[in-house]
C-alpha cells in the first residue's frame, strides 16, 4: 500500500475559512513535503519539514508533523479562490534511496 | 515558472506510433524524473536519472524507452502505446536524487487511441 495517504480526499470550503488536510505515512522517514497541483499542470511545492522538526510555517501555511503517530497536517489560513487546487504529500522514507513516496491527494475547492 | 520545461504539452496517438516527449531544465540540478498520473492514483515513478546515469527504474514496460543526454536534457520515447497508457506525464528535476524538493514541469497531456 502506499506510504502517503491524504484525508481527506476531496474538502469544499467557503473563502475566507481555513482549510486542514491530513497525510499519514508508513514507515520512518528523512522528511515530508507537501506540493500543490492546478488542474492538469505541474506539481508546486510549498514547504518541506524535516523528521526532526514539529511545525513549521510559510506565508498563510502551516504544518505540523508527529512522527510518533505518522502523520502529518497542512493548514491553510483564509483561504482564498486561488487556492482551489489539489494538494499532495511525499515522503523521503528512510529505506528509499532514489524516490518520494506519494499519496493520491486531497482536492481542495474554495467557493467564492 | 519552475525553470522546467516539457514538450509538446498534449499529444494524441494511435497504438502503433512512435513519439518522444521532451523536458529541459534550466535549475542546474543533477536528478532529473519521469511520472506518470492517471487519475485518481497516486503519482507513480517511472525513471530517476542522476548525473546522466539511470538509478532507478519502475518496472516500467519497454515501450517507454528514457534518454538523458546531458543533466538538462530528458526524453521518454514511446512506441506501440496502449490506450491505459494515456495520462499526464510530468519531468521533474532536483538538485540531488533522495529527499530534496523537486521541481516539476508543466506536464504532457498523453492520449492513445
Known amino acids: 500500500s502506499q506510504q502517503g495517504e491524504e484525508d481527506p480526499q476531496a474538502l469544499s470550503i467557503q473563502e475566507g475559512e481555513n482549510a486542514t488536510m491530513n497525510c499519514s505515512y508508513k514507515t520512518s522517514i528523512n522528511n515530508l513535503q507537501w506540493y500543490r497541483q492546478n488542474s492538469g499542470r505541474g506539481l508546486v511545492h510549498l514547504i518541506l519539514?524535516?523528521?526532526n522538526e514539529r511545525e513549521k510555517h510559510s506565508g498563510r501555511l502551516r504544518v505540523t508533523l508527529d512522527t510518533s503517530k505518522k502523520s502529518s497536517s497542512l493548514l491553510i489560513t483564509a483561504s482564498r479562490a486561488a487556492d482551489t487546487a489539489s494538494y499532495f504529500c511525499?515522503?523521503?522514507?528512510?529505506?528509499?534511496?532514489?524516490?518520494?513516496?506519494w499519496g493520491a491527494g486531497t482536492k481542495l475547492i474554495i467557493k467564492p | 515558472e519552475t525553470g522546467v520545461t516539457q514538450t509538446p504539452r498534449h499529444l494524441v496517438m494511435g497504438m502503433t506510433n512512435k513519439k518522444s516527449l521532451k523536458c529541459e531544465q534550466h535549475l542546474g540540478h543533477n536528478a532529473m524524473y519521469w511520472y506518470k498520473q492517471s487519475a485518481k492514483k497516486p503519482l507513480e515513478l517511472m525513471f530517476v536519472y542522476s548525473l546522466e546515469e539511470r538509478v532507478e527504474n519502475n518496472s516500467v514496460p519497454s515501450r517507454f524507452s528514457p534518454e538523458c543526454p546531458n543533466s538538462s536534457h530528458l526524453f521518454l520515447h514511446l512506441h506501440t502505446l496502449q490506450p491505459e497508457d494515456s495520462a499526464l506525464y510530468l519531468c521533474?528535476?532536483?538538485?540531488?536524487?533522495?529527499?530534496?524538493?523537486?521541481?516539476f514541469g508543466p506536464g504532457t497531456r498523453l492520449t492513445v487511441t
Open positions: 519539514i524535516r523528521s
Open positions: 521533474a528535476s532536483s538538485q540531488g536524487t533522495g529527499g530534496y524538493e523537486q521541481y
Open positions: 511525499a515522503t523521503d522514507a528512510m529505506d528509499s534511496n532514489y524516490q518520494l513516496i
